[in-house]
């Protein structure tokens, strides 16, 4: 079967820096993905990893590691508009159908 | 350019009704995706195609639920007979290839409410 597990809700303060984890068990592993999705708006991709270790990209870090079966978002300088729900989702292979946490509701205060 | 469109963004309908749901992808996207989000759950697949072959329907619910795609462009998932469990977001995505290292882009959604 597929699981992947991701924190319900989280809050941080505006500036500061929040690490979003994501623990997976999937029958096959082809890539991890994490999106941003703004309420009431589609999905939007940040990153994929599919080797170990840490992918920057500005203010946004994804880290993997598969023999853990895990992998973190890193959020850096927060800003109000990061608030959002981030989805953590596997690729288990055989065309890319992804499997998605449900999601992890980021709050930004001042 | 234009990103993936979903039509109609809202839907509501008595049980029992059938109802369509459309996807326009990305110009050039070969692989397309149907997603289902209920509140509270996360993103579930349900369907996807390569072209206009669908080589994975295992995540259709039921046989109530059926998609085609023609000329390897638009897709409509088409659910017969609603029943009230069935409404959700419904989500497609389009990306250039089915490898696992393409992006998947998002529509909007179609909100689908069945009384």
């Known amino acids: 079967g597929q699981n992947i597990d991701q924190p319900t809700e989280m809050t941080a303060t505006e500036g500061a820096i929040v690490q979003i984890n994501c623990t997976y068990q999937?029958?096959?592993?082809?890539?991890l993905f994490w999106y941003q999705q703004h309420a009431g708006e589609a999905p939007t991709f940040l990153s994929y990893n599919v080797l170990d270790g840490l992918e920057e990209k500005g203010r946004f870090s994804s880290f993997l590691s598969r023999s853990k079966g895990y992998s973190y978002l890193l959020l850096k300088e927060l800003q109000m508009k990061d608030s959002a729900s981030y989805l953590c989702a596997v690729s288990p292979g055989g065309g890319n159908k992804l499997t998605f946490g449900t999601g992890t509701q980021l709050k930004v205060e001042l | 350019g234009a990103g993936v469109s979903q039509s109609p963004s809202n839907k509501v309908t008595e049980k029992g009704k059938d109802v369509e749901l459309r996807c326009d992808p990305i110009s050039g996207h070969t692989a397309l995706y149907w997603y289902r989000q209920s509140l509270g759950q996360g993103l579930e697949f349900l369907i996807y195609?390569?072209?206009?072959?669908?080589?994975?329907k295992s995540g259709l619910p039921s046989d109530r639920f059926s998609a085609e795609r023609t000329g390897g462009s638009v897709s409509t998932l088409t659910i017969q007979r609603t029943q009230q469990e069935d409404s959700a977001v419904y989500l497609c995505?389009?990306?250039?290839?089915?490898?696992?290292?393409?992006?998947?882009?998002f529509g909007p959604g179609t909100r689908l409410t069945v009384l």
């Open positions: 195609f390569q072209g206009n072959s669908a080589p994975d």
């Open positions: 999937t029958s096959g592993f082809n890539g």
């Open positions: 995505a389009s990306s250039l290839g089915a490898e696992s290292h393409n992006e998947q882009f």
